[in-house]
């Protein structure tokens, strides 16, 4: 039973850091959302690993490193077009 309500939180949290974008946002927030994304990838990963299929449990590292790869490329390119998308306003001063 405690099994399927770890499950359903690392599912949720998930989902929830799924939806969660760093374009345009400060650079804290950004380090911040992409670590909770790899964070709750690892735990999801851990979860079920450990509870459904133990014998790849040796596997689990890794299986997380290339998923939260998939996390850190998605914030450096937020972070890149960011940058690109600032440097390409017209600043305030010249209005």
Not at 30 to 53: D, E, G, K, N, R
Not at 54 to 81: H, Q, T, W
Request: proline share 2%; hydrophobic share 55%.
């Amino acid at each position: 039973m405690f099994f399927y309500i770890e499950m359903t939180a690392a599912v949720v949290f998930f989902l929830a850091m799924l939806t969660r974008t760093c374009f345009l946002k400060s650079t804290w927030q950004q380090l911040m959302t992409v670590a909770l994304q790899v964070i709750s990838v690892w735990c999801l990963i851990h979860l079920f690993l450990s509870h459904v299929y133990p014998e790849f449990l040796f596997a689990k590292n890794v299986i997380s490193v290339c998923f939260s790869m998939v996390f850190i490329l998605a914030g450096l390119k937020d972070r890149y077009e960011s940058d690109v998308y600032l440097s390409h306003q017209p600043s305030s001063a010249a209005k």
